[in-house]
Every structure is written in C-alpha cells, then in structure tokens.
C-alpha cells in the first residue's frame, strides 16, 4: 500500500493538494491551517499533489514505479551527489 | 569528535579556491564563528584565500571550488584544484550552475567588454584591460564542464548551517542531511487563496508581513527553488529570488520548468490567469534564470527559449 508523509511544519496550509487530489485522500484543518492525510488507503500514487506542493511537504513510499516521467539520466546523476 | 584531538590526528587537509563569484560563499564558511574551531579539530586548512595566504595548491584531502567558469584563469585554477584534492566540491550556485555570471552567456564576450570600458553610458570611455588581467572564455560554464566534480553544495551562498553539515558529515565519513524541500518548506507566511487578479512588481505597494507573496500577487520564486538558505529572504519581506537554483524535480525533469511551476501555483491561489504569469516572468527572464540558466540542466531545456522571450519583450515594448 502506498504510504504518505506530510511534513506539517513544512506545510504551508494552501489547500491545493486537496484540490487536485482525484480520491479525496486529504481534508484540511481550518483550526491549525494545514492539510491533513485522512484516507491514505485511498491514494492511487498519482503524486498530482506531491508535484503541486508548493514546500515539498508531501512524500510517497512503496508506490508502484510507473514510468510515466522522462528524468534526464545524467542529471540524476549529478543530483545524487548534491549537499 | 573528542575535544582531545591533537595536531597529528587532523589528517583531513582542505583546499578552497575561488574563481568568478562575489567571495560570499567563502564568508559564509567563516560565518560558522566558533563552530568553525569544531571544525579545525578535525582540518587542517592550507590553500584557502579568505582565511590564509598560501598561494600554491598543496595535496589536499578536500578541495573546496566556488564560483564560475568565466575566465581563463578561473579554468586553470580549477584545474590546479583538480590536481591538487583528492575530492571536489562545487561550492555555491556559481560553481554548481554557473551562478549570476551565467547571464552573461546572452552576450558575445566583445560585447560584454564593450559595454563596459567603450561604451558605458555612466563613465568616460576607456580601452579594456589588455594586459595582466585574465582573458574572458567564449561562455560562462558551471564548475563541472572543465574538471570533474564528486559533490555539489548549491546556496548563495548556502547557509552556515548546512555548510556545517556537510563539512561534520565529510570528517565523519556519513552520508550528510540534504533536504528535497523549496524554499516555502521554510517560510512562515500564509498561504491562502485571494481574489488578487494582477500581478504586482516589487515596488508597487507594502507586501502584507504574514501573507504568501503569491497570494498577494508578487513573484516569489520560493515554491520553485530548493532550500539552501532557511528561507531568510521571504522572512524579511523580500521574495525569494531563487538563488539556491530549482527543486530537484526542476532539474531533473526536463519537461517541467522554474515559470510554468510558479504560474501554476499562483494561479490557484490568485486569479490571475497562468498564461499572464508565465508571460510575466518570460519578460523578465534575466532576473529569474540569472542563476541557472548557465547550467544544461536549465539552459538546455526544450522550453527554456530565452532569446526568443527577450526579443518578444523588445518587440511588446517597441
């Protein structure tokens, strides 16, 4: 099952990725302003939301690898090897 | 690292050098203050201009390189880096992508020369330099198109902190802490949507203090820019400018890039259209690609098209 971190300091409360997300996974606490992953069973690993986040506060693990991006080899490479 | 360590246990011995760059970088190793001397514990420091006055390159566990390839002189000292250190570091975003002298790839060398010494419009005109000064190279390339590079440290320079990190990490032999994170994953401002509809130039108007400057219609390049810094420039009213280059995903996947990323962040907190505020940062692309636009993995995207949005510029303002 995919699995979801959201890093809630890095949270900046925008409220996008429970726009976008086509399952519903989030709602959104009014209160501390900030998302809040309620159905992580339900999330299909489309990372729609992970791309969106404006802080990169949102992680997926153990999702099916999907080729469904190009990265550029070589400067995955080098981005390994970034401090 | 034991208090107790002596002179002979500091077997690890540094290099630094810089080439085309503002010296910032170099400072902000100094701005370590005293954790600098947990540091010492374990370095030695020998070619190192900001800190010593050692001017050949002595063999060297670490070589530190910050800066950009602009010069002729800028390639050999990289080079004398290279053969001197075991390990190299491309040191600050000059170094790893080519920094703000990048923009001068927009230009021929002779016309960059010319517009400063013959024909600058602010001073009297005066012949180039011809001697003693190092010639300027065909383009501004990042450290790694002269000489091979095992680390990379962007930041503009970047943060103490993260400096300390690293250096603990290298003496410690593990793997040091490097976050995926933008520049918002830092900042405290609100994020919120609001009905702003056009996009604002920094000095139109006083920026709310607690609210996201997308939402309130200014460019902010924070959500597109990896975080190298904490975030101190939108902390202090000041929207990131990106200096610490683009997210990891930026540079790694070529179809996405640092305008389109932006423009579709504000254009849900806004409503301003994305067209408008890809446009926007078209126009003004020498500023938000100064930093990396001389690194391929920017300047070579298939959408990064530069020339043709400065002359589109031109050609709206004409």
């Known amino acids: 099952m995919v699995r979801m971190t959201l890093h809630e300091r890095a949270c900046r409360g925008c409220e996008m990725c429970v726009d976008i997300c086509p399952t519903q996974v989030f709602s959104y606490d009014r209160e501390r302003r900030i998302a809040v992953i309620d159905h992580e069973e339900d999330c299909i690993a489309c990372l729609s939301c992970s791309y969106l986040c404006p802080s990169g506060a949102l992680q997926h693990d153990d999702y099916p690898v999907v080729k469904n991006f190009y990265r550029d080899l070589e400067f995955t490479r080098k981005i390994e090897k970034f401090l | 690292m034991s208090p107790q360590t002596t002179e002979t246990d500091r077997t690890i011995t540094l290099n630094a050098e810089w080439l085309s760059d503002c010296s910032g970088c170099h400072v902000a190793i100094v701005d370590l203050h005293e954790k600098i001397l947990a540091v010492l514990q374990s370095v030695r420091i020998q070619h190192f201009p900001v800190l010593t006055d050692i001017k050949d390159y002595p063999k060297a566990t670490i070589g530190i390189v910050s800066g950009a390839i602009r010069t002729e002189h800028d390639r050999q ?32 060398p002779e016309d960059l020369l010319k517009a400063v010494y013959t024909e600058n419009k602010t001073t009297s005109p005066h012949p180039g330099p011809s001697r003693e000064v190092s010639p300027l190279r065909p383009v501004v390339t990042p450290l790694d198109q002269v000489i091979d590079v095992d680390l990379y440290m962007p930041g503009c320079a970047p943060h ?9 990490a290298l003496v410690e032999g593990r793997t040091p802490i490097a976050t995926q994170e933008s520049v918002c994953g830092r900042c405290t401002r609100t994020m919120q949507k609001t009905e702003v509809d056009c996009i604002r130039r920094p000095s139109e108007g006083l920026p709310d203090r607690e609210l996201c400057f997308l939402s309130q219609g200014y460019l902010c390049m924070g959500s597109a820019t990896l975080d190298r810094c904490m975030s101190p420039c939108p902390q202090n009213g000041i929207p990131c400018s990106g200096c610490a280059g683009a997210t990891m995903r930026v540079l790694t996947e070529p179809n996405r890039d640092i305008r389109t ?58």
């Open chain 2, 160 to 168: 103490p902190t993260l400096i300390f990190e690293a250096l603990t």
């Open chain 2, 261 to 318: 990323e932006i423009a579709e962040r504000m254009a849900r907190l806004t409503s301003i259209p994305r067209e408008a505020i890809v446009k926007e940062i078209e126009r003004n692309a020498k500023t938000h690609y100064s930093y990396t636009m001389a690194t391929a993995m920017i300047g070579e995207k298939p959408t990064f098209l530069i020339r043709q949005w400065l002359a589109d510029a031109e050609a709206d303002h004409d």
């Open chain 2, 77 to 108: 000292a990289a080079e004398a880096m290279r053969a001197s250190c075991d390990l190299i570091i491309a040191w600050g975003s000059c170094a790893v992508y080519g920094g703000i002298s990048g923009a001068g790839n927009l230009h021929a």
